[in-house]
């Protein structure tokens, strides 16, 4: 039967679980206590780098449904707990691991995926949030600009061709309209009715 202690260290985990954007599940077996504080101070400002037991890692993922972490859980675990950027977060862990050989990159829980540990580093190629997200503005900008540019060369053509039109049409004729010649039918029906 658990003790108290381990179902509130279960408790917090779940917590730390669900309050993460992503989950970087990393080993450590021979990173010294200083490269460890190091590394956890690297990450801060966008994790919280936890040694955990694998066996309280378990319980607290299957607790709040993530039971996809098991295969990642083998061996001596660390996890960040991400509430920033994971991609930032997952660029900060594949730094120090060329710099900590002993730091290894296990995988990732990420948006409701587990990553293994190949897609775990290729997450750290990609862009930050902030220049992924100012590339679409300016693709969409840019997408805005080229329309208005278009509809902007219509408008010109369709007043060029008006204006040709009524270069052709003599001067003192008035230019039939659907409208003007329903008018004058309705005016001359009007006229014959008074006769």
């Keep these: 039967m658990p003790n108290a202690e381990k179902v509130e260290r279960v ?11 992503a989950l970087l599940i990393t080993e450590y077996r021979g990173l010294s206590v200083h490269d460890a504080t190091e590394l956890r101070r690297s990450l801060s400002d966008m994790a919280r780098f ?17 039971d996809a ?5 083998e ?10 950027d994971p991609v930032a977060a997952a660029k900060r862990i594949v730094e120090a ?27 750290a190629d990609l862009e930050s ?13 840019s997408e805005m600009s080229r329309a208005a ?3 902007r060369a219509l408008q010109g053509r369709f007043l060029a061709l008006l204006d040709v039109y009524k270069e052709k049409v003599p001067p003192g004729e008035p230019i039939a309209t659907e409208e003007t010649t329903a008018a ?12």
């Design 11 to 21: 408790a917090v985990l779940a917590e730390r679980i669900k309050g993460s954007q």
């Design 97 to 123: 691991a060329k710099r900590f050989p002993a730091l290894v990159l296990k995988g990732a829980y990420v948006e409701g995926r587990v990553l293994l540990a190949e897609d775990a580093r290729a997450l």
């Design 75 to 84: 061996g001596p675990t660390a996890v960040a707990f991400v509430f920033g």
């Design 184 to 195: 004058d039918a309705e005016l001359a029906d009007t006229v014959e009715g008074d006769v």
């Design 50 to 66: 936890s040694v955990v037991k694998n066996t309280l890692m378990r319980r607290a993922a299957g607790d709040v449904g993530v």
């Design 129 to 141: 949030r902030e220049v992924m997200l100012s590339r679409i503005a300016g693709a969409l900008k």
């Design 149 to 151: 540019f278009m509809l």
């Design 69 to 73: 972490l098991d295969r990642l859980l």
